[in-house]
């Protein structure tokens, strides 16, 4: 047991401190982040807060009070099984210091466990977001007493272990028996399309329910929660009493129903330990020691010796690194191709049953020569920027190489460009989709959307640069695995923190200009983020080396 | 040629990392750099490369200040780092393509240089793969390629042989004394004792961040213990 946890211990430590030397400073920068973080706290706790009061509330209207837990327990499964998918498959296979670990003395089961526990971890961290404030407040609304706030704790630590033991057989399981995974690359990938798949099924599906909220009595909408917890039970046997504990007034019921989770939760942990003892350690020993060579003579005729303009060539190697890392390609450069595309296909989606003619008749009433149409498309696009974390991650995710950099011969504000460009050309495709997909609903004036074009554009460049200077402030150059730049990076609340206070501003000059016309309100967003973008990139300029001083 | 004029490094206040280094490597010359560990060999690297700004001093390389011309000094270098492990997700030949692209290496001049070298090496069939599926030696292979491909004048080398095999190791040792032979500067560092003896023209010992030996092997040998080894010279030096 010491074992596991000293174990623990180092993975976690391991896997965090990085964050910590991110965080690290002078007080005065301490004081500031955790500012930050409060008000980011505050801000998301706020949302989900809001959302949650207002569906207990409406459940507490025709006495159903208590679907509300099954709901959020089932989003808690549904989030720990949609994270634990690339945790557990980096946690257990892809970290380094499983090369330094397997020779030690220690029990093959000590490992799993240790490993385990690593996972179950970062699932806590999720649910503290998205499960806690929902819970706290569902117990102030229904005036639960101290047995609900104890079982309530109880029940947060309990419900990942079920899902994350189940996700961590399936992938030791895939890991030890399938081909394919003698290539790690070709298996993440793999693992990167299931799971985008699943995103954009479970996109679609969310779109329907919205539609039938709108459509539906409340009574129906209940009928079809509880319908849909009931049918996730039989997967997840510790819903259901988790469900009781929550939702009884009985100690002894309670009680029961804990040691009952507790009970199902050991048994699934016995029979994982015992399943993983027997195939973990085959699929990690093929995957720490196999590669992915092909060997084939390299044809000279065939261009291999090409000459290309250093800017194509440096581009095309950000491109390259960042599509051939499927965790990078994953988690920074699809979101923000496919978010958009997700959200725009709800809405599209919801117009499915309007004919053309309606349509027409609801999007001319849309006046799209207005700063308020401007605005409101300038804010989704800001929304959709929230995703695009390549920018942000340029120089991390070089890891050790980011010192190439610094010994190439060629100066470090055109390699920062060029670092960039992929999050610009990015950003520019999502906004050409964007405006392409409500083009087809709003039918805008051509100078409206060219409008809307150049504001987005000269935003994108800001963000892009704005993005980099942080990254390179505060870069995340050491890491056991590239999931550590992507899921242990505090800079990545940057993008979302930009574009609140972007739409912030858009709102503001449109309520203070919005009388004075389209192009005067245009004008000044593009002036004032035209302005804005020349500052930050001059700052990128005269500071160049400066700002490269973390990087060696 | 690379000239290394009273520089001084501290990452803490009042503790200098490299106190007023003084050094020149000559053409035509290979020069080896050795010390403890944490003796300011790796500082010492980072600021003739420019991945570090000296506190005080410059450094040129054939004539360029690694601080105001660093764009012209680095053009001059090739460097090889300590760690292999560079774009491993690049393949061997988009690698080379890279470099050679970054340091401006003619159509013609590469595709005879990456064969020259990839075939030296005995990489070239593997050119083709993923670096990330080459074993450490190969790695080590390909980031001496890519740092030759332009032919520069200064080869800057930390602990090129580790990893290779002995047929590269002896490759490289042999390509090194031909770049010194045809005038040019091999910056050599190092931590076994043995290669010094075999191709070093000059050696520099640096401990504690100061320049503690600079000479030939024999001048090294008549300084101190004549009949002792390399290695009893080594610790008699870095112990005093």
């Avoid at chain 1, 946690?91 to 210091?97: A, H, I, M, S």
């Avoid at chain 1, 330990?273 to 093929?286: N, T």
């Avoid at chain 1, 409206?448 to 993005?467: D, E, K």
Wanted: aromatic fraction near 12%.
């Amino acid at each position: 047991m010491k074992k596991i946890l000293e174990l623990t211990k180092v993975f976690l430590k391991t896997s965090f401190s990085n964050m910590e030397a991110q965080t690290m400073g002078n007080n005065k920068s301490k004081l500031g982040m955790a500012f930050l973080y409060l008000f980011l706290i505050v801000y998301l706790g706020g949302i989900i807060g809001f959302l949650s009061y207002n569906v207990i509330d409406g459940l507490i209207s025709i006495q159903q009070e208590a679907v509300f837990i099954g709901l959020i327990l089932l989003m808690t499964i549904g989030f720990t099984l949609f994270q634990s998918i690339f945790s557990s498959i980096n946690v257990l296979y892809f970290t380094k210091d499983s090369e330094y670990i397997l020779p030690l003395p220690l029990k093959p089961s000590e490992i799993i466990l240790a490993r385990t526990n690593v996972i179950i971890i970062m699932e806590y961290i999720v649910e503290l977001i998205i499960s806690l404030v929902p819970l706290i407040i569902y117990g102030v609304m229904t005036g639960a007493g101290i047995i609900y706030y104890i079982t309530m704790l109880i029940a947060l630590i309990l419900i990942p272990i079920f899902p994350v033991l189940l996700i961590s057989t399936i992938v030791m399981f895939v890991m030890s028996f399938s081909k394919i995974v003698r290539n790690k690359n070709r298996f993440q990938l793999i693992a990167t399309v299931i799971v985008l798949i699943f995103s954009i099924v479970l996109g679609m599906s969310f779109s329907t329910f919205d539609e039938e909220i709108t459509q539906e009595q409340m009574i129906q909408l209940v009928m079809q929660a509880n319908g849909l917890v009931d049918l996730i039970k039989g997967y997840f046997p510790t819903i259901d009493p988790l469900t009781t504990a929550l939702t009884s007034t009985s100690w002894f019921e309670v009680l029961i129903s804990i040691l009952e989770t507790i009970g199902i939760s050991f048994i699934t942990l016995i029979i994982y330990v015992f399943i993983a003892e027997k195939i973990y350690f085959k699929g990690l020993v093929g995957n720490l020691f196999s590669g992915s060579k092909k060997k084939g003579k390299v044809d000279l005729s065939k261009n291999n010796f090409r000459n290309s303009k250093l800017y194509k060539s440096y581009i095309g190697k950000e491109f390259k690194l960042l599509f051939r890392n499927p965790i990078f390609l994953m988690q920074c450069l699809v979101p923000a191709v496919l978010i958009p595309i997700i959200m725009i296909g709800i809405f599209a989606l919801n117009f499915k049953d309007i004919s053309q003619e309606e349509l027409q008749e609801i999007t001319s009433l849309i006046p799209t020569d207005t700063l308020v149409v401007v605005s409101v498309i300038l804010g989704i696009i800001q929304f959709f920027f929230m995703f695009s974390y390549i920018s942000i991650t340029a120089i991390s995710r070089d890891g050790n190489n980011a010192v190439f950099m610094k010994y190439a011969p060629v100066s470090l504000y055109k390699q920062y460009m060029y670092k960039i460009a992929p999050n610009y050309i990015i950003n520019t495709i999502m906004i050409i989709l964007t405006l392409v997909m409500l083009q087809y609903f709003l039918k805008m004036p051509l100078i409206t959307l060219a409008l809307i074009f150049v504001i987005s554009m000269v935003m994108s460049a800001l963000q892009s640069i704005l993005m980099l200077i942080i990254d390179l402030k505060k870069p995340k150059l050491e890491w056991d695995s590239e999931y550590a730049v992507v899921k242990q990076n505090m800079n990545l609340m940057y993008p979302m923190i930009l574009s609140l206070v972007n739409i912030g501003v858009i709102v503001l000059v449109t309520m203070f200009t919005g009388s004075m016309g389209i192009y005067v309100g245009s004008g000044v967003l593009l002036l004032l983020y035209g302005g804005l973008t020349y500052l930050v990139s001059n700052y990128l300029y005269k500071n160049q080396n400066k700002l490269a001083e973390k990087i060696m | 040629m690379i000239k290394i004029s009273n520089v001084s490094k501290s990452y803490v206040k009042n503790k200098k990392s490299i106190d007023s280094l003084d050094l020149e490597v000559k053409n035509g010359e290979i020069f080896g750099f050795l010390g403890p560990n944490g003796a300011g060999k790796t500082t010492t690297i980072r600021m003739i490369t420019g991945i570090l700004n000296p506190d005080e001093g410059d450094i040129l390389i054939d004539g360029n200040s690694i601080k105001t011309n660093p764009i012209e000094a680095k053009k001059a270098i090739g460097f090889v780092p300590d760690s292999p492990d560079m774009f491993l997700r690049l393949k061997g030949i988009e690698y080379l393509n890279f470099m050679a692209d970054v340091y401006d290496v003619p159509v013609e001049t590469r595709k005879q240089k990456i064969e020259e070298l990839t075939k030296k090496f005995e990489i070239y069939d593997d050119l083709n793969s993923q670096i990330q599926s080459y074993s450490h030696g190969m790695r080590q292979k390909i980031v001496i390629c890519g740092a030759l491909l332009s032919e520069p004048k200064n080869w800057i080398l930390d602990e090129p042989m580790t990893g290779l095999d002995p047929k590269s190791s002896y490759d490289l040792k042999e390509m090194m004394k031909a770049h010194a032979k045809s005038g040019k500067t091999v910056f050599f560092f190092f931590f076994v004792l043995e290669v010094a003896e075999k191709i070093c023209d000059r050696v520099g010992i640096i401990n504690k961040g100061k320049l503690v030996f600079v000479g030939t092997l024999e001048e090294m040998k008549e300084k101190f213990k004549e009949n002792g080894s390399l290695e009893e010279l080594f610790l008699e030096i870095t112990e005093e």
